[in-house]
């Protein structure tokens, strides 16, 4: 039974992480530090108590990718580490003449794939599956590869082309705050947790350049709308929304301020992602211009008429 230690902060927590990695030492028998072993397949015995206890150990010493042969597992700090995604980073692995050389990181994936796209004479097409549970880091760890290959991937030579590209990129990262203000919402495990699957499609040119980029999402959670758990929020963009528009479209939308609605539970939770400009801009960067946005947002304020608190509580048509 693994005993809970909290990685950070206090002495005594930190004493707890020095006698914890004293005993997987010893438990392994092996010279290497537990929290220096980079691959899971080299822990031995593997059971699940020293793969567990080897995960702890890393991230206690503030290691969060692992590797596990070919795979790469990706812990969740929940707290900042910039210097983990800074573009050095990213330009060091992209450098690297071997990246898997490197400590493990979810560049070294990026990397990896990029240059099997690359070096093989028939370009074959690469395939990254990131799975976990509810929090665990997906959509993070999502949007850190593709930062990675909107900066790897977009280094043409002429200005022109470079700006075609940045275009691109821009596009791309764009995507993210308005799949995620559609589609995401404040649950008890992930106050932005993914509400919908999605396939992201990047798309290379023969010279290894983003061209262009595919979203296809799937099974979105439409029950939440009308229907959310104990505690849970509805959809993000439906709070941007209400906090964030302007007093002319307050009146358009008929949504009057401080006015209590049944299908937003929460209103008072103020979370970063409940920022409507950010959506809005996000919006004009791909190419949504303003009527449009303006459409997309009436038909949320007149199909969904939502009732003040006290309404008839019927689900939108
Ligand atoms: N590598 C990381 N560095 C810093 N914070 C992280 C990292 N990974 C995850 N987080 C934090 O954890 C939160 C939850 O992660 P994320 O939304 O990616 O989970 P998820 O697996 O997509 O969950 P869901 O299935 O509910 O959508 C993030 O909002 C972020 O605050
Ligand atoms: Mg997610």
């Not at 580490?81 to 898997?100: D, K």
């Not at 307050?250 to 008072?268: D, I, Q, T």
Request: some cysteine; overall charge neutral; aromatic content about 8%.
């Amino acid at each position: 039974m693994l005993q809970q230690v909290n990685g950070h902060g206090s002495g005594s927590a930190a004493h707890s992480g020095e006698s914890l990695r004293e005993d997987l030492q010893e438990l392994l028998g092996g010279e290497v530090p537990p929290q220096q072993l980079n691959d899971l397949t080299k822990v031995n015995p593997v059971t699940l108590e020293t793969v567990l206890r080897c995960l702890q150990a890393r991230y206690m010493a503030d290691t969060f990718y692992t590797n596990a042969g070919c795979t790469l597992v990706a812990m969740n700090p929940f707290k900042p580490v910039p210097q983990l995604y800074s573009p050095e980073l990213m330009r060091e692995y992209h450098a690297a003449s071997q990246p898997q050389t490197l400590k493990p990181h979810i560049f070294t994936v990026g990397e990896q794939t990029y240059r099997n796209v690359k070096s093989l004479i028939e370009p074959v097409n690469q395939s990254v599956v990131v799975s976990g549970e509810s929090g665990a880091g997906k959509t993070w760890t999502s949007r850190c590869l593709m930062k990675f290959y909107a900066v790897v991937a977009a280094s043409p030579t002429s200005w022109e082309s470079h700006k075609v590209a940045e275009r691109i990129e821009q596009r791309i990262l764009n995507s993210n705050p308005v799949m995620e203000a559609f589609g995401n919402a404040c649950t008890l495990r992930n106050s932005n947790s993914s509400r919908f699957g999605k396939f992201i499609q990047l798309q290379l040119n023969g010279a290894q350049q983003m061209t262009g980029a595919a979203v296809q999402t799937y099974l979105l959670e439409k029950t939440r709308v009308a229907c959310q758990a104990p505690s849970e929020r509805n959809f993000h963009i439906f709070y941007q929304i209400y906090k964030g528009a302007h007093a002319e479209e307050r009146v358009r939308w008929r949504l009057p301020e401080g006015a209590a609605f049944s299908w937003l539970p929460h209103p008072e939770r103020t979370l970063e992602e409940d920022c409507f400009e950010v959506t809005r801009e996000a919006m004009l960067h791909l190419g949504i211009d303003a009527p449009t946005q303006n459409n997309i947002f009436q038909v949320r304020g007149k199909a969904t008429p939502l009732t003040c608190g006290g309404g008839d509580g019927q689900p939108p048509s």
